[in-house]
């Protein structure tokens, strides 16, 4: 039992992790709530699917390709509607809202509003602490401890990192000392459509394919990144591990858990912000005029 | 592009200003402001509170400019920039801020601004990011260290938790780490004790014998005339009076205008 | 009888008709007061129903989150609250809707209690994210508690809200005038400005004696009432109240809504309902399409008005004085008010200082 809900809440904590920490750093330097976030997730998973599926593709092959295409698909769609309308923050609000719809229609229209799922890429399970546990997770969770190392080091080691860094926290400070404002906030989306799409590859074959699948993360990617503070790495990573935690125990022993785990985890989040009402890791950023 | 060195200017004029205007909606921030600023020069700005002169350092920086292209077609976008200003020979007023840095122009901002959330070794490199050689980046690590040893002592700390003038001395290091030719400071001793204030301009006044261009905008009129070399009065929006800091406080009217209460915060 | 008429004439000309954009609202009303006399085809009658009462909920989010400055992304939890008291009390209490529609706007009123006051604490994004989960919360409670909420099929049969299709639209048409009227005119009054001062700067607000928290949670109630009528509207015209009631798509309608049609204006809600909605239906012509040239739409309009459709159209059809600031029509060549003249394009005299 308890193996079972650690297991769960580990595999969930890291793709809300990666979700939440690409929402979160986009927030961060960018300064958009990006409503379409989780649907780049959706695009990723779907886009497997057709991959493997349909054109046949190993999967590995697939993942990267997804990768790309939804890398390639938010910067465009980034340079071309929301980065000119920055400065109207609540147009953009509704601007992320109408492409996550245009998104989820586009998928509707293409796959049909079945559930699809994808096959495993590999067979058989261990058997660790009592719980069977399947090479998929394993393989699924190696995956993601490796992409948030990685992230981790690019943020805290690399002069993008240092310039991600210093542009959420003051940009108009960041341009002064000779960082690209626009280049890193596009190069920031990158990074975290790159996150939502290697998270929506990596569940395709554990989770159920669906047009609607982007709104149930959404909620939750929203109360992770508020719940750790806004634009902070640090938070991303508790705030996720929190709330995975907090579902699964929801989940297994709570009577019809299942439908509480959205309102317990939001929960969660209100009872933080009450407390420390810039988050758990809140970064109060520098006024600018 | 070779530039034609124009006739009323001095070969080695690093940053002319000339008739700068700079309107929001219908406010009047800057109004015709010319000045100019040559190398190894340190130039002082003083004038009243509201008088323009952290607004002559945004615009000279790129940040007006900036804000302006970001805000186009918002209500609050409604910004105008007329006039020139030239820097080591080129026009800069229509650069983005990291294009003016990049010619060695850099800022140390009103209230410091250090990024809070960062190490002070952070806030340091992230001065030095457009310096492409490691190991030049350790040796102007080396230079501030040498001109603030506080900050070697504490790199690890999130530059937030600084005191005032340990975060004035980092902003100015992380300034100086971008190896500017023209350091823009604004207003550097501004909620520090006496102490502190008199070290911060000291250690001004040493980065000026190294050779560096100082445009200085301070409140404290008489510390700042002991080290510059030439000022600029800023009052409404215009410049009243320059002239060397003997030249102005010799003049009884200026003084009382404008020099008069200086010295105390 | 005569002379107040004349006044009334007076009035309606110099108030009204005097401004572009205040006569296209004005014979708006008129029309969808009148469009049944002519045309009474149940399909559209519907359409404009159910946008009359959208109008209405979309004026509150207005209210809070254009004229307070409140962004919520979790508007469906009054609408939702709302929508379900009223169908309890209706169907367990056997109330009629002229009872139970205020009472579920009561109950969104507490809402609005339960969520201005913890958003005290929070500003700007975390308030508009924290406000996001209030609606899913119940959502939760309301699938745990499905025998007394039906769960996911909700609770339905309710009595309809008036006896025939028109009266219903009749019914519908003048809640929504009458309420967003009302709305405007608090957006209008002294407490209005007191909430235009807190979305400018707060701490001014503050500083400058108004007590900031107290106007907040009297926004969230009111936005909530507003909001709760609208709800209430809902459910007995579609004889159900369901979990949909809170989802957050519920909560991004107005959003959408507000912000298409010009956000913290009121009228601009007004004319996002009435531009959007309609739209969803004609688009029926091709379903799969629908709202892929629905957001599709959305993004492309917002894309050449970001400020709103509203507010472009007003800024060609008006001219705002650079003396007084009142608004004039596009026609006129000197102020209405001050007598300024007003034909100078663009160009702003720019006052020499010094
Ligand atoms: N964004 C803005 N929009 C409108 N007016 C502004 C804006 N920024 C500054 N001002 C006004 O412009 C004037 C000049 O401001 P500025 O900050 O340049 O003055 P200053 O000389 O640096 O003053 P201080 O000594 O107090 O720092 C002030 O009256 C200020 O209120
Ligand atoms: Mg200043």
Same mark, same amino acid.
């Not at chain 2, 209230?111 to 960062?118: A, D, I, Q, V």
């Not at chain 2, 190490?119 to 040498?146: C, F, Q």
């Given at each position: 039992?308890?193996?079972?809900?650690?297991?769960?809440?580990?595999?969930?904590?890291?793709?809300?992790?990666?979700?939440?920490?690409?929402?979160?750093?986009?927030?961060?330097?960018?300064?958009?709530?990006?409503?379409?976030?989780?649907?780049?997730?959706?695009?990723?998973?779907?886009?497997?699917?057709?991959?493997?599926?349909?054109?046949?593709?190993?999967?590995?092959?697939?993942?990267?390709?997804?990768?790309?295409?939804?890398?390639?698909?938010?910067?465009?769609?980034?340079?071309?509607?929301?980065?000119?309308?920055?400065?109207?923050?609540?147009?953009?609000?509704?601007?992320?809202?109408?492409?996550?719809?245009?998104?989820?229609?586009?998928?509707?229209?293409?796959?049909?509003?079945?559930?699809?799922?994808?096959?495993?890429?590999?067979?058989?399970?261990?058997?660790?602490?009592?719980?069977?546990?399947?090479?998929?997770?394993?393989?699924?969770?190696? %995956?993601?401890? /490796? =992409?948030?190392?990685?992230?981790? *080091?690019? @943020?805290?080691?690399?002069? &993008?990192? $240092?310039? +991600? !860094?210093?542009?959420?926290?003051?940009?108009?400070?960041?341009?002064?000392?000779?960082?690209?404002?626009?280049?890193?906030?596009?190069?920031?989306?990158?990074?975290?459509?790159?996150?939502?799409?290697?998270?929506?590859?990596?569940?395709?074959?554990?989770?159920?394919?669906?047009?609607?699948?982007?709104?149930?993360?959404?909620?939750?990617?929203?109360?992770?990144?508020?719940?750790?503070?806004?634009?902070?790495?640090?938070?991303?990573?508790?705030?996720?591990?929190?709330?995975?935690?907090?579902?699964?125990?929801?989940?297994?022993? %709570?009577?019809? /858990? =299942?439908?509480?785990?959205?309102? *317990?985890? @939001?929960?969660?989040?209100? &009872?933080? $912000?009450? +407390? !420390?009402?810039?988050?758990?890791?809140?970064?109060?950023?520098?006024?600018?005029? | 592009?070779?530039?034609?060195?124009?006739?009323?200017?001095?070969?080695?004029?690093?940053?002319?200003?000339?008739?700068?205007?700079?309107?929001?909606?219908?406010?009047?921030?800057?109004?015709?402001?010319?000045?100019?600023?040559?190398?190894?020069?340190?130039?002082?700005?003083?004038?009243?509170?509201?008088?323009?002169?952290?607004?002559?350092?945004?615009?000279?920086?790129?940040?007006?400019?900036?804000?302006?292209?970001?805000?186009?077609?918002?209500?609050?976008?409604?910004?105008?920039?007329?006039?020139?200003?030239?820097?080591?020979?080129?026009?800069?007023?229509?650069?983005?801020?990291?294009?003016?840095?990049?010619?060695?122009?850099?800022?140390?901002?009103?209230?410091?601004?250090?990024?809070?959330?960062?190490?002070?070794?952070?806030?340091?490199?992230?001065?030095?990011?457009?310096?492409?050689?490691?190991?030049?980046?350790?040796?102007?690590?080396?230079?501030?260290?040498?001109?603030?040893?506080?900050?070697?002592?504490?790199?690890?700390?999130?530059?937030?938790?600084?005191?005032?003038?340990?975060?004035?001395?980092?902003?100015?290091?992380?300034?100086?780490?971008?190896?500017?030719?023209?350091?823009?400071?604004?207003?550097?001793?501004?909620?520090?004790?006496?102490?502190?204030?008199?070290?911060?301009?000291?250690?001004?006044?040493?980065?000026?014998?190294?050779?560096?261009?100082?445009?200085?905008?301070?409140?404290?009129?008489?510390?700042?005339?002991?080290?510059?070399?030439?000022?600029?009065?800023?009052?409404?929006?215009?410049?009243?009076?320059?002239?060397?800091?003997?030249?102005?406080?010799?003049?009884?009217?200026?003084?009382?205008?404008?020099?008069?209460?200086?010295?105390?915060? | 009888?005569?002379?107040?008429?004349?006044?009334?004439?007076?009035?309606?000309?110099?108030?009204?008709?005097?401004?572009?954009?205040?006569?296209?609202?004005?014979?708006?009303?008129?029309?969808?007061?009148?469009?049944?006399?002519?045309?009474?085809?149940?399909?559209?009658?519907?359409?404009?129903?159910?946008?009359?009462?959208?109008?209405?909920?979309?004026?509150?989010?207005?209210?809070?989150?254009?004229?307070?400055?409140?962004?919520?992304?979790?508007?469906?939890?009054?609408?939702?609250?709302?929508?379900?008291?009223?169908?309890?009390?209706?169907?367990?209490?056997?109330?009629?809707?002229?009872?139970?529609?205020?009472?579920?706007?009561?109950?969104?009123?507490?809402?609005?209690?339960?969520?201005?006051?913890?958003?005290?604490?929070?500003?700007?994004?975390?308030?508009?994210?924290?406000?996001?989960?209030?609606?899913?919360?119940?959502?939760?409670?309301?699938?745990?508690?499905?025998?007394?909420?039906?769960?996911?099929?909700?609770?339905?049969?309710?009595?309809?809200?008036?006896?025939?299709?028109?009266?219903?639209?009749?019914?519908?048409?003048?809640?929504?005038?009458?309420?967003?009227?009302?709305?405007?005119?608090?957006?209008?009054?002294?407490?209005?400005?007191?909430?235009?001062?807190?979305?400018?700067?707060?701490?001014?607000?503050?500083?400058?004696?108004?007590?900031?928290?107290?106007?907040?949670?009297?926004?969230?109630?009111?936005?909530?009432?507003?909001?709760?009528?609208?709800?209430?509207?809902?459910?007995?015209?579609?004889?159900?109240?369901?979990?949909?009631?809170?989802?957050?798509?519920?909560?991004?309608?107005?959003?959408?809504?507000?912000?298409?049609?010009?956000?913290?204006?009121?009228?601009?809600?007004?004319?996002?309902?009435?531009?959007?909605?309609?739209?969803?239906?004609?688009?029926?012509?091709?379903?799969?399409?629908?709202?892929?040239?629905?957001?599709?739409?959305?993004?492309?309009?917002?894309?050449?008005?970001?400020?709103?459709?509203?507010?472009?159209?007003?800024?060609?059809?008006?001219?705002?004085?650079?003396?007084?600031?009142?608004?004039?029509?596009?026609?006129?060549?000197?102020?209405?008010?001050?007598?300024?003249?007003?034909?100078?394009?663009?160009?702003?005299?720019?006052?020499?200082?010094?």
């Amino acid at each position: 039992m308890l193996g079972n809900i650690l297991v769960n809440a580990l595999m969930n904590a890291g793709v809300y992790a990666m979700l939440a920490v690409g929402f979160s750093l986009m927030f961060g330097v960018a300064r958009i709530i990006n409503l379409a976030h989780t649907a780049f997730y959706m695009v990723a998973g779907y886009c497997i699917f057709y991959l493997v599926s349909t054109a046949g593709l190993p999967l590995p092959l697939a993942i990267l390709i997804s990768i790309v295409a939804v890398v390639v698909l938010a910067v465009v769609v980034y340079r071309l509607l929301i980065d000119p309308m920055r400065e109207h923050e609540t147009t953009v609000l509704i601007l992320t809202i109408a492409l996550a719809l245009v998104l989820q229609e586009a998928m509707l229209l293409w796959f049909g509003g079945y559930f699809r799922s994808v096959p495993a890429a590999t067979a058989g399970y261990a058997t660790i602490l009592g719980v069977r546990v399947s090479f998929q997770y394993l393989l699924t969770l190696g %995956v993601l401890a /490796g =992409a948030l190392v990685a992230v981790w *080091f690019v @943020l805290m080691k690399t002069k &993008l990192g $240092l310039a +991600i !860094r210093a542009t959420a926290q003051d940009r108009e400070i960041a341009e002064v000392m000779g960082m690209d404002e626009s280049r890193t906030a596009t190069l920031t989306v990158a990074i975290a459509s790159a996150l939502a799409g290697l998270a929506g590859a990596i569940v395709a074959p554990l989770y159920i394919l669906e047009p609607r699948m982007w709104l149930n993360p959404l909620t939750i990617v929203l109360a992770i990144a508020v719940l750790g503070g806004l634009g902070s790495l640090k938070g991303s990573l508790f705030g996720a591990a929190i709330i995975a935690l907090a579902e699964s125990l929801v989940v297994f022993l %709570v009577p019809q /858990g =299942a439908f509480l785990k959205g309102a *317990f985890s @939001l929960g969660i989040m209100i &009872l933080v $912000l009450l +407390i !420390r009402p810039e988050g758990l890791f809140g970064v109060a950023f520098e006024e600018e005029r | 592009m070779p530039e034609v060195p124009e006739t009323l200017g001095a070969p080695e004029a690093l940053l002319e200003v000339k008739g700068l205007s700079v309107r929001y909606d219908t406010a009047v921030l800057l109004n015709d402001v010319t000045l100019r600023v040559d190398a190894g020069e340190t130039v002082g700005l003083v004038g009243p509170n509201g008088a323009g002169k952290t607004t002559l350092l945004r615009t000279v920086a790129g940040l007006v400019h900036w804000e302006r292209e970001k805000k186009r077609g918002t209500r609050a976008g409604n910004i105008v920039i007329e006039g020139q200003v030239v820097f080591g020979g080129q026009r800069i007023d229509r650069l983005p801020p990291h294009g003016i840095a990049r010619l060695g122009l850099v800022l140390v901002p009103e209230r410091r601004r250090p990024f809070r959330e960062l190490s002070v070794l952070d806030n340091l490199r992230a001065g030095a990011y457009l310096v492409r050689d490691p190991k030049e980046v350790t040796r102007a690590l080396e230079t501030v260290y040498g001109l603030f040893p506080i900050l070697r002592e504490r790199g690890g700390q999130l530059s937030g938790t600084l005191s005032g003038g340990e975060q004035q001395m980092l902003a100015i290091g992380r300034a100086l780490m971008t190896r500017p030719r023209l350091l823009c400071i604004d207003e550097p001793s501004t909620g520090l004790s006496p102490r502190v204030r008199r070290e911060v301009l000291a250690k001004i006044k040493d980065i000026g014998r190294t050779g560096i261009t100082i445009l200085l905008v301070e409140q404290d009129v008489s510390l700042a005339f002991a080290l510059t070399t030439r000022n600029y009065i800023l009052s409404h929006s215009r410049v009243v009076a320059e002239g060397t800091s003997e030249e102005l406080m010799a003049d009884e009217r200026l003084r009382q205008r404008y020099l008069g209460v200086a010295g105390t915060a | 009888m005569v002379r107040y008429l004349n006044w009334l004439w007076r009035e309606f000309k110099g108030e009204i008709l005097v401004l572009p954009g205040r006569s296209i609202l004005f014979f708006g009303a008129v029309a969808l007061l009148a469009l049944p006399l002519v045309f009474r085809h149940p399909y559209a009658l519907r359409v404009l129903t159910m946008a009359s009462i959208f109008a209405i909920f979309a004026a509150s989010w207005d209210l809070i989150s254009g004229v307070v400055g409140q962004l919520s992304l979790g508007h469906a939890i009054f609408f939702g609250t709302a929508a379900y008291t009223s169908a309890l009390l209706n169907l367990n209490a056997g109330l009629p809707p002229v009872v139970t529609i205020p009472l579920g706007a009561l109950a969104a009123v507490v809402a609005g209690l339960a969520v201005g006051i913890p958003c005290l604490r929070l500003k700007g994004q975390y308030l508009s994210l924290a406000t996001l989960a209030f609606p899913i919360i119940l959502a939760g409670l309301v699938m745990v508690f499905s025998s007394v909420t039906g769960g996911e099929l909700g609770v339905s049969g309710l009595t309809r809200l008036a006896p025939t299709r028109l009266k219903e639209y009749y019914v519908a048409v003048v809640a929504a005038i009458v309420l967003i009227l009302a709305v405007w005119k608090i957006t209008d009054s002294k407490v209005g400005i007191i909430f235009h001062a807190i979305r400018e700067d707060e701490v001014a607000a503050r500083a400058s004696g108004i007590n900031t928290p107290l106007y907040k949670v009297l926004a969230f109630c009111l936005s909530g009432l507003f909001a709760g009528l609208a709800g209430g509207l809902y459910a007995h015209y579609m004889r159900i109240a369901g979990p949909s009631t809170l989802s957050v798509l519920t909560s991004f309608q107005p959003i959408i809504w507000v912000i298409f049609g010009g956000i913290a204006t009121i009228y601009g809600a007004v004319v996002g309902v009435f531009v959007l909605f309609p739209l969803v239906e004609v688009l029926r012509v091709a379903p799969e399409l629908r709202m892929l040239l629905y957001a599709a739409s959305i993004v492309l309009v917002l894309r050449f008005m970001p400020e709103g459709l509203a507010p472009w159209v007003i800024d060609r059809l008006e001219r705002k004085c650079p003396r007084c600031k009142e608004h004039n029509a596009f026609t006129r060549r000197a102020c209405r008010v001050c007598g300024t003249a007003l034909r100078v394009p663009q160009e702003k005299g720019v006052p020499s200082g010094g």
